[in-house]
């Protein structure tokens, strides 16, 4: 097995190992962003003091 076809491999790994976890943060910082957009939306609707 060669040395460029190591690292291809490990380049891979890391890849299919980094992306999904990438996906998660992501997706969670999405929803968060949602969530207090939504949120403050909401305050400003009803004109609540703390908004």
Known sequence: ???GSMIAELGFVMC???APAFANVLW???IQ???SN???G???RCRRPWA
């Open 38 to 40: 939504y949120a403050t």
């Open 16 to 18: 299919y190992m980094v």
């Open 28 to 30: 969670d910082a999405t």
């Open 1 to 3: 097995m060669s040395l």
């Open 33 to 35: 962003l949602q969530l």
């Open 42 to 44: 909401c305050c400003k």
